[in-house]
């Protein structure tokens, strides 16, 4: 069968702690899609969440670290092999996706990068899995425009 198109080597979508696309996530990784994240920082609208104060504290960070962070440590990439006549995805947890904070002021966006000193630990990832659908911007998945 002749391929038709192009391929698909990064994706952009909306992903945060309120909006995880586990489907979407799972099916680039599958195929070696590079996933970047845009409003990782919920657009400010989760910055008084308690869990993000908690986190903050323990880390001496802020509320927009700690999500980038959470941004970063998310499964990142997949690798295939055939195991018993099947093809098997195995995540490599040691990287995330890319995290596209935005701001326009230049000590946050300094803030912003400073996020390589600390990780957040297995515990405090399982805290962000909030299983909430809540996107902070369009959502062309369930849109009807």
Not at 50 to 56: G, P, S
Not at 97 to 116: C, D, G, H, M, W
Not at 131 to 145: A, F, I, K
Request: proline share 5%; net charge negative.
């Amino acid at each position: 069968m002749k391929e038709v198109g192009g391929t698909l080597d990064v994706g952009q979508w909306e992903l945060h702690p309120w909006l995880q696309r586990d489907d979407i996530v799972s099916w680039c990784y599958e195929r070696g899609v590079v996933v970047e994240a845009y409003c990782p920082l919920v657009r400010a609208q989760r910055s008084g969440e308690e869990v993000l104060k908690k986190l903050a504290d323990k880390y001496g960070k802020t509320w927009a670290q700690v999500l980038v962070r959470w941004s970063l440590q998310k499964v990142s990439s997949c690798f295939t092999v055939w195991v018993s006549g099947k093809m098997k995805c195995f995540t490599d947890f040691r990287q995330g996706f890319v995290p596209l904070p935005k701001s326009i002021t230049p000590a946050r966006i300094e803030e912003n990068a400073q996020v390589y000193d600390f990780e957040l630990s297995e515990e405090d990832m399982k805290s962000l899995e909030t299983g909430e659908y809540s996107p902070c911007s369009w959502d062309p998945t369930t849109s009807n425009d």
